[in-house]
C-alpha cells in the first residue's frame, strides 16, 4: 500500500470539507438554538450522533459523551469537541438565538459543528489513518469531563497516538490560528479558605476573635503570591471570586470565607502556589487569633502542546495560506489539558475577531458562519499532523 504524505492528500480533504461547510453551518445553527448545562447534553449529543456516520458503533463516556471511531484498526488521530453550554442569558438577537438560562457563549456550538464536518469528510474520502471523535460533556462543570473520558481508558484501547482541540478565540484576527509548542493554558485550582474566630457584639471587638478581618487581610495578603512570591517571568494568577461572612450588621460572626482560584504554568509552580497560599492563610489567621482552614480542589493540569505536532500544523496551515499567528498563552484554563497526559496533544486558537465588549463567556459573543470552516479546516491540518506522527 502507498503512502501519501499528509501534504498532498491535503488539497483533495479540503476540498471534501468544503463540501460539508454547508450542512455544518446549518447544524451550527441548530446546536446554538439548543444549548445544555454540563451534564445535561443528551439532546446535544444525539443530535451529533445523528449527523456522524457509524453513530451505531460509539461508545459511551462520561455519562453524556462518546467517542465514534471511523476507519479501520491501528493507532488512531483523535479529534476532540465539547458538548455544554453556560449558564448565560443570549443578548445576540439573532433569529437563532437561545431562550433563557444557557447559551453557547464560548464557541462549543462552531466547535462541534466543525468535528462533524471533518468527520464526514474523512468518512467519504477514507482516512488515510483512524480518527477518533471525541465528543465530551461537562467541559465548562465540574467534575471535568474531559477528565473522566482519559480515565475511562477509551483513548487508550482506540490506540491514540495523537489528540487534536481547537478552539475559538477573538483575541486574534478573524480565521489566523495560533499554533504553539509548548504550555499554551495554565493549570487550575479552587480554593476554599475559611478563618474560624469567636462571635460577639459588634459593640465589643476586643471580646471576640474576628474572622472577617482576618479573612479580609487574607484577601489582599494573597495578591502577593503572584506579586512578590513568585519569579516575574512564571505566570501566576490569584482570585478571590466569592466573600461569605455573617448576617448581621452589629455582630462579628464566627467564621468567614472566601473561595477563588490559583493558575499557573507549570507543575512544579503550581504545587509551590499551593504551599505557599496554606502558609498565607495559616500566618495570618494565627496573627488575628483566628484558625484557618484551607481546602484546595485540584482542577486542570497544566496545557502543553506537543511540539512535532504543533510544527507540522503551522506548516500545513501556511501552505494553504492560513495566517499563523504570534504564540497564544493564556492563564485560562481547559480540560483538555487531560489528555495530554495520555497521548500528544494540540490546542488551535483559531480567530474570530474580537468586537469590544463580546468576548467569550458573555451574552453577545457570536461567532460568524465562517468560523466553522475555519476551525473545520485547522482541525484537519492537525489531524494530518497527527497522521505524520503515526507513519513517521
Request: proline share 7%; aromatic share 2%.
Amino acid at each position: 500500500m502507498t503512502i501519501v504524505l499528509p501534504l498532498e492528500a491535503h488539497g483533495a480533504l479540503r476540498s471534501a470539507l468544503d463540501r460539508e461547510l454547508p450542512a455544518a453551518v446549518r447544524l451550527r445553527r441548530d446546536l446554538h438554538a439548543h444549548p445544555r448545562l454540563s451534564g445535561q447534553e443528551e439532546p446535544t449529543l444525539n443530535l451529533l450522533l445523528d449527523a456522524l456516520p457509524g453513530a451505531a458503533t460509539a461508545d459511551r463516556v462520561a455519562g453524556t459523551g462518546a467517542v465514534l471511531r471511523i476507519g479501520g484498526p491501528g493507532p488512531a488521530v483523535g479529534v476532540r469537541t465539547e458538548l455544554d453550554a453556560l449558564p448565560i442569558t443570549e443578548a445576540t438577537g439573532v433569529p437563532w438565538a437561545a431562550g433563557p438560562g444557557a447559551m453557547h457563549a464560548c464557541g462549543h456550538d462552531v466547535h462541534m459543528a466543525a468535528l462533524v464536518a471533518l468527520a464526514r469528510a474523512l468518512d467519504q474520502m477514507g482516512p488515510p489513518v483512524p480518527v477518533l471523535a471525541v465528543l465530551q460533556p461537562r467541559e465548562e462543570g465540574h467534575p471535568s469531563g474531559g477528565q473522566d473520558v482519559v480515565a475511562s481508558g477509551l483513548l487508550q484501547a482506540h490506540q491514540v497516538a495523537a489528540v487534536a482541540a481547537a478552539h475559538v478565540q477573538p483575541l486574534l484576527p478573524a480565521g489566523a490560528v495560533a499554533c504553539a509548542p509548548g504550555v499554551v493554558n495554565a493549570s487550575a485550582d479552587e480554593f476554599t479558605v475559611t478563618m474560624a474566630g469567636s462571635p460577639g457584639h459588634a459593640a465589643y471587638p476586643h471580646l471576640t476573635r474576628d474572622p472577617v478581618l482576618a479573612l479580609a487581610s487574607f484577601v489582599v495578603g494573597v495578591q502577593q503570591l503572584a506579586s512578590r512570591n513568585t519569579d516575574p517571568m512564571q505566570p501566576a494568577v490569584v482570585t478571590v471570586g466569592t466573600l461569605a461572612a455573617g448576617g448581621a450588621a452589629n455582630a462579628i460572626p464566627g467564621t468567614a470565607a472566601a473561595r477563588g482560584t490559583v493558575r499557573a504554568m507549570s507543575e512544579a509552580h503550581r504545587s509551590e502556589l499551593h504551599q505557599r497560599l496554606r502558609d498565607v492563610a495559616t500566618g495570618i489567621a494565627l496573627a488575628h487569633g483566628c484558625t484557618a482552614d484551607v481546602v484546595i480542589d485540584r482542577g486542570e493540569p497544566v496545557l502543553d502542546n506537543d511540539p512535532g505536532l504543533a510544527a507540522v500544523t503551522a506548516t500545513l496551515l501556511t501552505q494553504v495560506g492560513t495566517e499563523v499567528t504570534e504564540p497564544l498563552r493564556t492563564c485560562g484554563a481547559d480540560d483538555f489539558s487531560f489528555y495530554s497526559q495520555v497521548a500528544a496533544a494540540l490546542m488551535l486558537f483559531v480567530g474570530t475577531g474580537g468586537v469590544p465588549g463580546s468576548g467569550l463567556h458573555t451574552g453577545t459573543f457570536l461567532p460568524a458562519e465562517r468560523a466553522v470552516g475555519d476551525v473545520a479546516h485547522a482541525l484537519l491540518a492537525a489531524y494530518l499532523a497527527g497522521w505524520a506522527t503515526i507513519t513517521r
